[in-house]
């Protein structure tokens, strides 16, 4: 009986033996796919493919950007002029002069108390007519 356990734990001994002896390891290297992250460029064509076929969202109308409308001539216009007048109205606010804009959407109405050295700036929304107020503290104009 003693020499069947012993027979049993060489054979066990031998074949671990020989696992271990086959038994190879090389470095695990990380090779990206993506080319924008160092990977073959000549998948880009392929990941793209890829990503188009799962694609579900389709663009509104026949081409890309068919639901974009450009702004016209006159919305660049006026979108320029409202910001020049206030560019100006701010710059006026250094030399001492308060004013008012009013704009299509804004209310812009600056206050200035040269005595407390405060300056208020409140601006109107005209559709909701909520009122959001700016004030700065230390005020003095030049």
Same mark, same amino acid.
């Given at each position: 009986?003693?020499?069947?356990? &012993?027979?049993?734990?060489?054979?066990?001994?031998?074949?671990? !033996?020989?696992?271990?002896? #086959?038994?190879?390891? !090389? *470095?695990?290297?990380?090779?990206?796919?993506? +080319? &924008?992250?160092?990977?073959?460029?000549?998948?880009?064509?392929?990941?793209?493919?890829?990503?188009?076929?799962?694609?579900?969202?389709?663009? +509104?109308?026949?081409?890309?950007?068919?639901?974009?409308?450009? %702004?016209?001539?006159?919305?660049?216009?006026? &979108?320029?002029? *409202? #910001?020049?007048?206030? #560019?100006?109205?701010?710059?006026? =606010? *250094?030399?001492?002069?308060?004013?008012?804009? %009013?704009? /299509?959407?804004?209310?812009?109405? =600056?206050?200035?108390?040269?005595? !407390?050295? =405060?300056? /208020?700036?409140?601006?109107?929304?005209?559709? %909701?007519?909520?009122?959001? *107020?700016?004030?700065? #503290?230390?005020? %003095? +104009?030049?």
């Amino acid at each position: 009986m003693r020499w069947q356990w &012993s027979a049993r734990f060489a054979a066990l001994g031998l074949a671990c !033996s020989g696992l271990l002896a #086959s038994v190879q390891a !090389s *470095e695990l290297v990380y090779t990206p796919i993506n +080319p &924008s992250f160092g990977g073959n460029p000549l998948n880009g064509g392929w990941l793209l493919g890829n990503a188009q076929a799962q694609n579900d969202h389709s663009a +509104p109308g026949s081409g890309l950007g068919a639901g974009y409308t450009g %702004t016209t001539a006159l919305e660049r216009f006026t &979108s320029q002029l *409202e #910001s020049r007048l206030l #560019s100006q109205l701010m710059t006026n =606010i *250094e030399s001492g002069q308060t004013g008012t804009l %009013t704009t /299509s959407a804004f209310i812009i109405e =600056i206050q200035d108390n040269a005595n !407390s050295g =405060i300056l /208020s700036i409140l601006v109107t929304d005209r559709v %909701t007519g909520e009122v959001s *107020e700016i004030v700065l #503290s230390g005020w %003095t +104009p030049n």
